[in-house]
């Protein structure tokens, strides 16, 4: 839903979102209407078969592409496809899931499966809370941990549900 803001905060530029999920691009839809953009294009695709009128002429300034590559059937693919809308001098921002860049938040998570997998959900949601406050005592202003276990990524800033989904 990036595209909602990209289009709210640059009214002059015109914005191209593209999913392969007909619902996603509903509800999109039905939130930029109620915001009264028209500088928000909807498309409907899969970044291995992109449309050959997608992009305007001479290609997109920019490509903003988070947490999608590497859930095509073919990711060199889906990457040859957007390099071939992006203009000549246009910026590609891609975002996708690694083991390494995210290795502090696997540690977490495999180091609370061990310690709790038994446990019901609310008790191993207050037994990672926990393991993240201490290890956020031990490493305070230090630097030491990764950042999906610093101060803004575990206590206090994210909520129960998103815990759960990155830890538990």
């Known amino acids: 839903q990036s595209c909602l803001g990209a289009a709210l905060l640059y009214p002059h530029f015109q914005v191209t979102a593209v999913d392969i999920n007909r619902k996603s691009l509903e509800l999109i839809r039905q939130e930029a209407d109620q915001l009264g953009l028209t500088n928000l294009r909807l498309v409907e695709a899969d970044l291995l078969e992109l449309p050959a009128d997608l992009a305007p002429p001479g290609g997109f300034d920019l490509i903003h592409c988070t947490g999608v590559l590497h859930h095509t059937g073919d990711p060199p693919r889906a990457l040859r496809n957007l390099t071939r809308v992006l203009a000549p001098q246009g910026v590609m921002r891609l975002f996708v899931y690694g083991e390494l860049g995210r290795s502090g938040l ?24 926990a393991l993240a406050e ?29 815990f759960v989904d990155r830890f538990l």
């Open 106 to 129: 696997y540690r977490m998570a495999r180091a609370l499966k061990q310690l709790g997998a038994e446990l019901p959900l609310p008790e191993r949601l207050a037994q990672g809370r």
């Open 134 to 162: 201490a290890l956020e005592k031990v490493a305070e202003g230090s630097g030491k941990l990764p950042p999906q276990l610093g101060p803004a990524g575990v206590v206090p800033g994210l909520n129960d549900p998103e």
